[in-house]
């Protein structure tokens, strides 16, 4: 069983910064892409950045610049540097990791629970 745990969320101030932080665990195999979705109020998930396994990384235009993210294969994690937050960043925060587990087959797609994040003043 895998489980993807996210934590760093909070209350935070326009221009403040926050990190977010996703650690990976289980009968894990083997790591691919791994990423980092939003979902703010009355709107559908959407992705923030991906990074792979390899360290290639895509950006929704609108977080370039503000938004980092980086991952440590050694720890199964994945992190999100947020600076410059803006209240429409408000969201629950997702991440996302696709995982082959021990004993070989497919790769599968995992959710943690979320992060809440708001920017506010």
């Known amino acids: 069983q895998v489980q993807l745990v996210e934590s760093g969320g909070g209350l935070v101030q326009p221009g403040g910064s926050l990190r977010l932080s996703c650690a990976a665990s289980?009968?894990?195999?083997?790591?691919?892409?791994m990423g980092w979705y939003r979902q703010g109020p009355a709107k559908q998930r959407e992705s923030v950045a991906t990074?792979?396994?390899?360290?290639?990384?895509k950006y929704q235009d609108p977080d370039k610049g503000r938004f980092t993210i980086s991952r440590d294969n050694d720890k199964n994690t994945v992190y999100l540097q947020m600076n410059s937050l803006k209240p429409e960043d408000t969201a629950v925060y997702y991440c996302?990791?696709?995982?082959?587990?021990?004993?070989?087959?497919?790769?599968?797609?995992?959710w943690g629970q979320g992060t809440q994040v708001t920017v506010s003043s």
């Open positions: 289980g009968s894990i195999f083997s790591i691919n892409h």
């Open positions: 990074i792979s396994r390899e360290g290639n990384i």
């Open positions: 996302n990791a696709h995982i082959r587990v021990t004993g070989g087959g497919d790769e599968y797609t995992y």
